[in-house]
């Protein structure tokens, strides 16, 4: 049998140039039950709105789902707040404030007084600046150490050799 008809429309449909009427042609004849082998291959394509719509079909019992679903209504409740709760974040922003303030007293107390205090202890001596990398414990013992090494007796205190 000649199916040149067929296969031009189907030409036609992969082009998209076919009109509704031609397309049921070819839902038509691919519906039946014996088709070509060559053409076989497009049978499940035009044969699926028959099969898909006997097998997706919504019960009878989806439409009072929905609507049970939608029409129950749910209690609004308002929620409360204490005043407690509404100042928290006020009272954290107070606590990292008060942190700050605290570290950066307890930073220039040891490191800005306590070296000009210990200097100026001295009777007649003004305040030199000081090395900010060495440490006065390392340098009172660098001297003594080497005074030792030397057998001088200081013939200034070590203290002030050091500050120096």
Do not use: H
């Amino acid at each position: 049998m000649d199916y040149k008809y067929i296969q031009q429309l189907l030409e036609r449909y992969w082009r998209c140039e076919t009109t509704l009427n031609e397309e049921g042609i070819l839902r038509a004849f691919f519906s039946q039950d014996e088709v070509p082998a060559e053409l076989g291959r497009y049978k499940a394509l035009f044969c699926y709105e028959k099969c898909e719509k006997a097998t997706d079909v919504l019960g009878d019992d989806f439409d009072e789902k929905i609507r049970a679903m939608i029409e129950e209504p749910k209690p609004v409740r308002a929620r409360v707040i204490t005043m407690p709760q509404r100042l928290r974040p006020l009272f954290k922003a107070a606590a990292v404030v008060a942190i700050i303030l605290t570290l950066s007293n307890a930073m220039q107390v040891p490191f800005g007084q306590q070296n000009a205090d210990s200097i100026s202890s001295f009777d007649g001596y003004d305040k030199p600046e000081l090395d900010k990398g060495t440490s006065v414990a390392m340098g009172d013992s660098a001297v003594v150490d080497t005074m030792k090494q030397s057998m001088i007796e200081p013939s200034v205190p070590i203290r002030e050799a050091v500050v120096k």
